[in-house]
């Protein structure tokens, strides 16, 4: 049995998809320690690993969130603000290997420092200075989004360079920040829904959703969805598609044929939106069995991360994506080009277009056999057995060579 620390960050997208990892692991007789913030402990605990909790951070001195190149400052920050406690806890711990987010640059770093195999865990799209570099979707706003963040910019060199000075680390590439690619890389979608798919060498290998999910109870009226179209709206934990969004979608669906399940995003007043149609069921995010309504569901609008278009083309569910960050917009323009959903960028966004699209989708079964198609490649990924058995491996070739050597 071998001793697996375990890194992620404090969000819901990020973390649910490693909970079917987590189970296979410990199944194989794997001990996992996770990592977190107190938040996310009681149901870490539910799949049988075991918790510590994060370092505490000093908010005072994060620096400005400008926009979405705004991450990697944030991630630098992190990383220069829990590295020392985290480095004494893990040496305590004495793990075989470490696991971590793609956008745990801590992770990596206690890894390269510590000289313990790691493994990438990526929850969202995956990412090479290829990818991401060389993406036309990106080349023409990439100089106007580091533009609006220099403040933040600021910030990222900063910490770099302090890393670089107390640790001896090489220096932390821009891109690093957010890939923290490792000798072996695990993404959560399957070939066919990763952008640029062509980009990416041995190391990366595309599993599929690792289910099971979440093991939450919801106080939510099934027993009320009793329409033949039921189109779920959901924007996740984080992003915030506006005020303007909503009203548009109550607008668009107000009048259709068909029952609609609206989640507001945290800090959405549901007073703000007026009067509510009989067909829209209104909950705060995280209050609803996704998984349970998508079974059930015709269309869901969402803003095209990963972790929905895994879940919509498991249930065969036809999308509109209407991306609120870069890497959305590529797998909005993925499942569009797959013939699983329809793009639209947030400032093309009405009501009318909203309608127009649904209607759309909703009369053309292709949609569902494309998504269909896309739900069937993610089961025939692999998922979290073929995950632990490149991990497993890795490990075994790793430890294997440093006895050697």
Not at 147 to 154: N, P, T, V, Y
Request: proline share 7%; hydrophobic share 40%; net charge negative.
């Amino acid at each position: 049995m071998s001793r697996i620390i375990f890194m992620n960050v404090s969000a819901a997208g990020h973390i649910i998809p490693t909970f079917g990892l987590v189970t296979e692991l410990i199944n194989r007789g794997e001990e996992v320690i996770y990592y977190e913030v107190d938040r996310f402990q009681k149901e870490i605990e539910i799949f049988g690993a075991s918790f510590r909790c994060y370092p505490q951070l000093n908010p005072e001195t994060a620096p400005p969130a400008e926009n979405e190149m705004s991450l990697v400052s944030s991630l630098t920050w992190c990383a220069h603000q829990m590295l020392p406690a985290l480095l004494e806890s893990v040496r305590e711990e004495k793990p075989d290997y470490i696991i971590h987010d793609s956008l745990c640059l801590w992770g990596r770093l206690v890894a390269q420092l510590l000289n313990i195999p790691a493994v990438n865990s990526i929850a969202t799209a995956a990412f090479t200075p290829q990818s991401f570099y060389e993406c036309p979707r990106l080349r023409k706003k990439l100089p106007r989004f580091l533009k609006e963040a220099a403040g933040s910019m600021k910030h990222y060199r900063q910490h770099q360079r302090e890393l670089r000075k107390t640790y001896g680390v090489s220096p932390i590439k821009f891109i690093d920040t957010f890939t923290n690619i490792e000798p072996l890389n695990i993404c959560y979608l399957p070939p066919e829904l990763q952008p640029h798919s062509d980009k990416f060498d041995e190391r990366f290998h595309f599993v599929g959703p690792c289910n099971p999910v979440r093991a939450m109870e919801y106080d939510f009226p099934m027993e009320q969805l009793h329409s033949s179209k039921l189109i779920l709206i959901s924007f996740g934990n984080i992003h915030d598609p506006g005020l303007a969004f909503y009203q548009s979608c109550i607008q668009a669906f107000g009048s259709i044929d068909a029952q609609v399940i609206m989640l507001l995003s945290p800090g959405m007043d549901a007073a703000l939106l007026g009067d509510i149609p009989e067909n829209f069921i209104i909950r705060p995010t995280g209050t609803v069995p996704q998984l349970k309504i998508l079974e059930r569901a015709s269309l869901f609008i969402m803003h095209g991360a990963g972790g929905g278009a895994r879940e919509a083309v498991w249930y065969s569910v036809p999308m509109i994506a209407v991306p609120q960050t870069y890497e959305q917009e590529i797998i909005s323009h993925r499942i569009e080009e797959q013939g699983a959903g329809i793009m639209i960028l947030p400032e093309d966004v009405t009501a009318e277009r909203l309608r127009h699209t649904a209607e759309q989708i909703l009369g053309d079964r292709s949609f569902v056999t494309n998504s269909d198609r896309l739900g069937d490649a993610c089961r025939s990924a692999g998922g979290a057995k073929r995950a632990v058995d490149e991990i497993l491996r890795y490990v075994h070739n790793t430890s294997t060579f440093s006895k050697d050597v």
